[in-house]
C-alpha cells in the first residue's frame, strides 16, 4: 500500500471552518471581542506578560525623554534629538501594547505606581552623556532579549501578540545599535 502524501493528507483533515460555523460560533460569543475559540493562549496570562512589556515601554519613554533634555556638551545636540526620536518610538510601542491589553478584555495599566516593578528595565538617568548612552544602550539590551523570549513564548499560540512583539523587538534591536554606535563615538564612552 502506498503511503499518503501530503496533499492527500491536508486534503482528508478538515481544516477550514465552514461558513455556516463560523457565523453561528461569530454571533454566540460576540461578548469576548477579538479572543475567539481559536485562540489558543491563556488570555489572563497574556494580559498580564503585557502589562510587563507596557511598563517597560513606559520607563524607555520617561528616561529617553529625561536624557533628551538633561544631555549636555559640545556634542549633545545630535544625541538629544536621537534621545528624542527613541522616546517617540518607545511611547508609540506603548500605545500598541496597552490597544492589544485592551483587545484581549483587559485594561492597560498606567499607573506609575510600581511602574519601575513592573518593568524590565530601570531608570537611570546617569551623570553625563556617556553614562546616559551606556543606561540606554543597557535598557535595549534587556528589552532585545525579553522580546525575543516573549516572541518564542507566544510562538503559534498568540500570532497577533507575537508580531507585535517581533514588530516592538526589531526597532529595539535598532535602537541597541544606534546606543552602541553613539557610545562608540563620543568622549569618554569607553568608562
Do not use: W
Not at 20 to 41: D, M, Q
Not at 101 to 129: C, H, K, M, V, W
Request: charged fraction near 30%; include cysteine; glycine fraction near 4%.
Amino acid at each position: 500500500m502506498k503511503a499518503r502524501s501530503d496533499d492527500e493528507k491536508r486534503n482528508a483533515e478538515p481544516f477550514l471552518s465552514d461558513i455556516k460555523t463560523l457565523r453561528e460560533n461569530a454571533r454566540r460569543h460576540i461578548a469576548e471581542g477579538a479572543v475567539t475559540s481559536t485562540y489558543e493562549g491563556d488570555v489572563s496570562r497574556t494580559i498580564d506578560i503585557l502589562q510587563s512589556v507596557l511598563a517597560t515601554e513606559l520607563v524607555c519613554v520617561l528616561r529617553y525623554t529625561q536624557h533628551s533634555i538633561a544631555a549636555t556638551g559640545l556634542s549633545s545636540e545630535s544625541v538629544r534629538s536621537e534621545f528624542a526620536e527613541h522616546a517617540k518610538e518607545e511611547l508609540a510601542h506603548a500605545m500598541s501594547v496597552a490597544e492589544r491589553i485592551n483587545q484581549l478584555g483587559g485594561s492597560p495599566d498606567f499607573n506609575p505606581q510600581g511602574l519601575s516593578s513592573r518593568s524590565a528595565s530601570e531608570y537611570s538617568t546617569g551623570d553625563d552623556l556617556s553614562a546616559m548612552i551606556r543606561e540606554n544602550l543597557v535598557a535595549e539590551r534587556i528589552a532585545v532579549d525579553h522580546y525575543r523570549e516573549l516572541v518564542r513564548y507566544f510562538g503559534d499560540s498568540d500570532p497577533t501578540t507575537r508580531v507585535m512583539i517581533e514588530s516592538i523587538l526589531a526597532v529595539e534591536e535598532e535602537h541597541a545599535s544606534d546606543m552602541q554606535d553613539l557610545l562608540a563615538t563620543h568622549p569618554g564612552a569607553s568608562r
